[in-house]
């Protein structure tokens, strides 16, 4: 007897069996990978807050230079706008350092155009303080007060997210930048200083401020060890007199307008403490030449530190072929400051209340 289309029947069986216990595995593992992969859910990012730019017409994409003026102050801001508007963008404020020009702190960070690729505005100021630029940034500077009503006056111009303002700067930017995070705590989200944070004695912000701090052990104008490096020693006077910062340094060590003599970590740990922040940090390798020490905070105030081991007084990831080296030290590569400083930004935006 020929039994073929039994032999047949079986096997289509088999194969239906089997299909369906292939599926039933596959579906199981793509339900594991996805459970593996999801990680847990996300907190939900606060609602943005429109400024009154956002009632005026959408402004044109690029870099433009605006005229400033206060009743205290005169000068200017270089404004970038990337091209993807339609909603309130983010404002990152990039500070110039003393002696430094705004357009060379633009082309020394990179920021302006790290923004225009990433959806967020860069407003790059200077202020007419002198013949030398800098930064009256102490309690109740005239230059804190000049960047207050420039933002302003961004919100009034641009729409922009109010809860998403931020502030970074090198050197002497970067301590007007810290200033700005004790002074204007409720307009500003959040803060990175490069080769400068300072923690002031009178500092007492609104609110707790998040920090993510950069500086190089071997900086010879900010010392990593604490006060002016022997290079910054040779600079001009930061109060505008015809003295030499050393001279200035001698007369007056505790002048508001020089910078803290207490170590880099310690001024960091300092802002940890301010913002509520354990005592123990922990400290990681991120690359072979770089550091980053962390503190057990609050989500809303974080307090972060990168040392580079060698470097200099410079912008990490900054293009080398704009910084004189030789003067400021090397430029590392290993990291990005403005990746760093954007994702950091990026997570913390202002918690609120925001003022009317």
Request: a negative charge; proline letters at 9%; hydrophobic letters at 40%.
């Amino acid at each position: 007897m020929n039994d073929a289309p039994s032999r047949l029947r079986k096997i289509r069986g088999a194969t239906r069996v089997l299909g369906a216990l292939a599926a039933a595995v596959v579906a199981v593992l793509l339900s594991t990978h996805a459970v593996a992969t999801a990680g847990p859910a996300a907190t939900a990012s606060p609602a943005a807050v429109p400024s009154a730019g956002c009632a005026a017409s959408q402004v044109e994409a690029g870099r433009t230079m605006h005229l400033f003026r206060t009743d205290a102050r005169s000068g200017r801001y270089i404004q970038d706008v990337p091209a993807a508007q339609g909603i309130p963008m983010p404002v990152v404020f990039d500070i110039h350092g003393y002696l430094q020009p705004g357009l060379l702190q633009s082309q020394w960070s990179g920021i302006a155009g790290f923004g225009l690729r990433h959806g967020f505005v860069t407003i790059t100021p200077d202020a007419d303080a002198g013949l030398l630029p800098r930064w009256e940034y102490g309690r109740g500077g005239a230059d804190i007060a000049y960047l207050s009503a420039m933002l302003t006056q961004v919100e009034q111009t641009l729409c922009v997210d109010r809860r998403r303002i931020y502030m970074t700067g090198l050197s002497m930017g970067a301590f007007t930048t810290s200033s700005v995070a004790c002074q204007l705590a409720d307009r500003f989200a959040a803060v990175a200083p490069v080769a400068g944070i300072q923690d002031f004695p009178w500092c007492e912000p609104a609110r707790r401020v998040p920090v993510v701090a950069f500086h190089g052990t071997g900086d010879q104008f900010l010392s990593y060890t604490g006060g002016v490096g022997p290079v910054g020693e040779l600079l001009p006077a930061t109060d505008g007199s015809s003295r030499l910062m050393f001279q200035q340094r001698a007369e007056n060590p505790a002048a508001d307008n020089l910078p803290s003599t207490a170590p880099i970590p310690a001024q960091t740990a300092a802002w940890a403490a301010r913002n509520g922040c354990g005592p123990e940090p922990a400290t990681e390798q991120v690359t072979a030449d770089v550091t980053r020490t962390t503190y057990p905070c609050d989500p809303d105030a974080s307090v972060e530190l990168y040392t580079v081991h060698g470097g200099g007084h410079t912008w990490p990831g900054g293009d080398p072929t704009l910084v004189p080296v030789a003067i400021t030290g090397p430029v590392t590569h290993t990291i990005e400051a403005n990746r760093i400083i954007w994702e950091f930004f990026r997570d913390h935006p202002h918690p609120g209340p925001i003022p009317s």
